[in-house]
């Protein structure tokens, strides 16, 4: 079974609100967590990341929390926009030879005007 | 730049037919490839992923196949579709020797009726 997942399946946000989006990771020796959006009919696209040395990480409306304490990873989108309306896929990289990802299964992100 | 190339994007085969999607990368040079599949609201399942040509290693053990006949070209397989097989297909790539972040392609919509 799949090692990451995500606490709400679907987040429903107002134009304009912040949204947090929230993931848990079960493998404490992963060291590399990874959100990518994945808007319908698409590929996934990358959004930011985050190694276990840091617990947080800014980048253009987007900010990753990392609490490794509990194995918690966050991705908040400020002002969150229509355009913002996908499914979000965290991620997490075992810190082992010959893995890949492992993804959870994504919170779909709707955006109301 | 690096691009991935990812065809056909929909694809509608019958039960027990053959399965052949293509994947191409630009340029990179020794890129790790991916093949995952995607099942309608579902998260992203790896099936294979490949360091080098020929190398080939599988997580999933399915009626699916992969091969890497050139170092930036990843195919995946079937020599007759199940029902099952049904799903958006991802080819993905990573840097060389590292499993972190992956970029996508724009996927394949199989259909198998």
């Known amino acids: 079974g799949e090692s990451v997942g995500l606490h709400l399946p679907t987040l429903s946000v107002q134009e304009g609100d912040n949204s947090i989006i929230n993931c848990a990771y079960s493998n404490s020796a992963s060291d590399y967590f990874i959100w990518y959006k994945q808007e319908s009919g698409k590929g996934p696209q990358f959004i930011i990341d985050i190694r276990s040395n840091m617990d947080k990480r800014q980048g253009q409306r987007v900010t990753v929390l990392l609490n490794k304490t509990v194995k918690h990873l966050s991705l908040q989108i400020a002002a969150t926009q229509p355009g913002d309306s996908a499914v979000y896929f965290c991620a997490e990289s075992p810190n082992q030879a010959g893995t890949a990802l492992i993804f959870g299964k994504g919170t779909t992100l709707s955006v109301s005007s | 730049s690096q691009t991935i190339h990812q065809w056909p994007a929909t694809l509608v085969q019958p039960v027990g037919s053959p399965l052949s999607l293509e994947c191409t990368v630009e340029?990179?040079?020794?890129?790790?490839l991916y093949w995952y599949r995607q099942a309608a609201g579902r998260g992203l399942q790896l099936l294979f992923y490949?360091?080098?040509?020929?190398?080939i290693s599988s997580e999933v053990p399915q009626n699916l196949s992969a091969s890497r006949p050139q170092d930036r070209q990843f195919i995946l397989s079937s020599k007759k579709l199940l029902l099952s097989d049904s799903g958006f297909y991802l080819c993905?790539?990573?840097?060389?020797?590292?499993?972190?972040?992956?970029?996508f392609g724009s996927g394949t919509q199989l259909s198998v009726l």
């Open positions: 993905a790539w990573s840097v060389e020797s590292s499993a972190e972040k992956l970029f």
């Open positions: 490949s360091v080098g040509i020929g190398q």
């Open positions: 340029g990179t040079s020794n890129p790790n």
